[in-house]
């Protein structure tokens, strides 16, 4: 999914205690209404139930038993063909190289909107954009990068008028991990942005003039007061990134059909034939995403929490 | 010293290069359908196309029921949450971030396994059954953003007085939400709506797997079939977003606050 996770990404997540407490006050004068309350969350709770977590266990048992329904681990063994493991490392090569682009391209980014004196304007701009960009995913994306840089691409077309190169014959092909990669990027960096720029806000300024004032150079800030407090945002945005570009589909299918063999690409192949005549792997192969992005979703949140008690 | 420093523009023209040039290329090719010369005859292709109107329509109608089904989830839970029962707020907001643990490609592929013929439930068996699945498939997708949007628009109220003085003057609970609560949260929820429209109007993977005619399956139709017109419609598609983004935006001014903000 490639969606903008920004709104939730957002640290704001202020529990409301001050509620609780005054609410729990009227939990006790009002004690027969707890019935009504709980009818008003039930249909959610219910929603939730059937048609997120049920679902989702469904695959992960699916994934433990036989056509006969008994259970076994041959369905998880069956994963070891070279085409299922070839899928798994090259959807995690593009996942990681997207992530570290996005997080070091969407850090610079950021600093350089907040930090680096810019024009007025130019902030809220990127901002918007980055809203916009990060929800610009999917099939459109696809087809913006084949008209860029695509064989007919924009890009590839003025590269060779002007500067005599032609990327296609040096090796570059947008259908490849590389092709994927910065196509990827396109959604990634602005969520990094998204994600990263209410953390350099919370740098303080005064942090900065104290460190100068003690004579540090300006690297000397960003290596032992800067990066140290941004580090785990980093981390965390890095994992959350991954996770974003691993469960991502829609622009690799477009982009490439089913010429790159990434593990969504794979799934949905076996989905849409059940080709394989074993639908135990089908669930082996859904199980694997859901522990490799549920991981790094998890990475994600617990240093998020801990990150938030250092930037108030 | 005013001046930007030397680093953050080149930061930022960097960027934005990276940003713009797909843009501009899209635009620039999605106009150059015919030989040697700028033409709308692409979007003229694409807009005139009956399938695109169908399509586009389908997932118009989808999102719509989308927001409908999800406000309706979310709302009262947020509310009861909120006034009376904060002790379940760890487990909805673990609920709310499911979505985005969950791909969504797995969670088709466990309704369609889940939901199939032969299962007590069985969606898929008809067309409505399985439009009905796509739209529940959408409410998963759009529940964190929903949640988050409308939960910011309890916290900017002060629910617990508003509450009370409804009470007083004898409303009762449905009353309460419709006339008093989801009015002074309109704004909040509308957030929320936009941002559905913008995940859903072009879904792919979802509307594929359950075989429905939506307008990321003509997209991704057009685009294995033809060659400048995928480049209109990513322009449309991408105007659309912008379009729904800048709603958010826009309404964000027109926040009610019966409230001075107390976090």
Same mark, same amino acid.
């Given at each position: 999914?490639?969606?903008s996770l920004?709104?939730?990404a957002?640290?704001?997540a202020?529990?409301a205690?001050a ?9 006790a ?6 019935l009504g309350?709980? *009818?008003?969350? @039930? ?7 059937l048609? $997120? =977590?049920?679902?989702? +266990?469904? #695959?992960?048992? !699916? ?16 994963l070891?063909?070279?085409?299922i493991?070839?899928?798994f490392w090259?959807?995690i ?10 997080c070091?391209?969407?850090?610079l ?5 907040i930090?680096?004196?810019l ?14 960009a ?6 459109? *994306?696809a087809? @913006? ?8 691409? $924009? =890009?590839?077309?003025? +590269?060779? #008028?002007?500067? !005599?190169?032609?990327i296609y ?15 990827y990027c ?6 990094m942005?998204l ?9 303080r300024k ?11 150079t300006?690297f000397?800030?960003w ?8 580090w ?26 089913s ?6 690409i ?9 080709v ?9 192969l ?12 998890i990475?994600?949140l617990v240093i998020?929490?801990?990150a938030?008690?250092w930037?108030k | ?29 999605s ?15 694409v ?11 389908f997932?118009?109608v989808?999102a ?5 089904v ?16 904060p002790?379940?707020?760890?487990i909805?907001?673990?609920v709310t ?9 797995i969670?088709?592929f466990g ?12 969606l898929?068996n008809?067309t ?10 959408y409410?998963?997708l ?7 949007a ?7 109220i ?20 419709i006339r008093?609560?989801?009015p002074n ?27 429905r005619?939506?307008?990321g ?12 017109e ?6 449309i598609s991408?105007v ?20 001075p903000?107390?976090?």
């Amino acid at each position: 999914m490639s969606s903008s996770l920004d709104t939730i990404a957002a640290p704001n997540a202020a529990p409301a205690s001050a509620g609780a407490a005054s609410s729990r006050g009227l939990l006790a004068s009002f004690r027969g209404v707890r019935l009504g309350d709980l *009818l008003g969350v @039930a249909p959610f709770l219910l929603f939730a139930v059937l048609f $997120l =977590v049920v679902p989702t +266990l469904y #695959l992960v048992v !699916g994934a433990f038993l036989d056509a006969k329904g008994s259970l076994t681990l041959q369905n998880l063994a069956d994963l070891g063909t070279p085409q299922i493991l070839s899928s798994f490392w090259i959807s995690i090569r593009v996942s990681a190289a997207s992530a570290a682009f996005g997080c070091v391209a969407g850090l610079l980014i950021a600093l350089a909107i907040i930090r680096g004196r810019l024009p007025a304007g130019i902030r809220s701009t990127v901002m918007t954009f980055s809203g916009v960009a990060s929800n610009f995913a999917g099939i459109p *994306l696809a087809f @913006a990068f084949i008209s860029t840089l695509g064989r007919l691409g $924009l =890009v590839t077309v003025l +590269l060779k #008028l002007y500067f !005599g190169v032609d990327i296609y014959r040096a090796g570059f092909n947008l259908l490849s991990f590389w092709g994927l990669t910065i196509t990827y990027c396109y959604f990634q960096i602005p969520l990094m942005i998204l994600i990263i720029a209410p953390a350099i806000d919370g740098l303080r300024k005064e942090w900065t003039e104290a460190a100068a004032t003690l004579g540090a150079t300006p690297f000397q800030f960003w290596r032992f007061i800067g990066l140290p407090i941004l580090w785990p945002n980093l981390l965390g945005t890095l994992s959350l990134l991954f996770a974003n570009a691993f469960g991502a589909i829609a622009t690799a299918y477009a982009l490439t059909g089913s010429s790159l063999n990434i593990v969504p690409i794979l799934l949905y192949a076996q989905i849409r034939g059940d080709v394989l005549n074993n639908p135990g792997l089908g669930a082996a192969l859904a199980l694997g995403m859901i522990v490799i992005t549920a991981v790094a979703n998890i990475v994600y949140l617990v240093i998020r929490t801990r990150a938030e008690r250092w930037l108030k | 010293m005013k001046r930007g420093k030397p680093w953050a523009w080149i930061v930022f023209l960097l960027g934005a290069a990276y940003f713009l040039l797909p843009l501009i290329a899209t635009v620039q090719f999605s106009l150059s359908i015919r030989r040697g010369t700028l033409s709308l005859d692409a979007y003229t292709n694409v807009l005139n196309s009956p399938q695109f109107q169908e399509t586009f329509v389908f997932s118009l109608v989808v999102a719509v029921a989308t927001i409908i089904v999800g406000l309706l989830l979310v709302v009262p839970a947020a509310y009861f949450v909120r006034l009376r029962a904060p002790q379940l707020r760890p487990i909805i907001e673990f609920v709310t971030l499911l979505p985005l643990i969950i791909p969504p490609i797995i969670l088709v592929f466990g309704y369609i396994r889940m939901y199939n013929s032969s299962s007590i439930l069985p969606l898929t068996n008809s067309t409505l059954g399985t439009n009905v699945l796509l739209t529940l498939a959408y409410v998963a997708l759009a529940l964190p953003y929903m949640y988050r949007a409308v939960d910011t628009g309890l916290r900017t109220i002060d629910v617990q007085t508003l509450t009370e003085a409804a009470n007083i003057l004898g409303a009762n609970t449905p009353t309460i939400l419709i006339r008093v609560i989801f009015p002074n949260i309109i704004v909040a929820a509308l957030s929320g709506a936009f941002l559905t429209l913008a995940i859903v109007i072009g879904e792919f993977t979802i509307a594929s797997l359950l075989n429905r005619p939506a307008f990321g399956v003509y997209m991704q139709n057009i685009g294995a079939n033809r060659a400048f017109e995928p480049a209109a419609l990513a322009v449309i598609s991408f105007v659309i977003t912008w379009a729904a983004m800048g709603m958010i935006q826009l309404l964000a001014r027109f926040a009610p606050r019966t409230a001075p903000l107390t976090d």
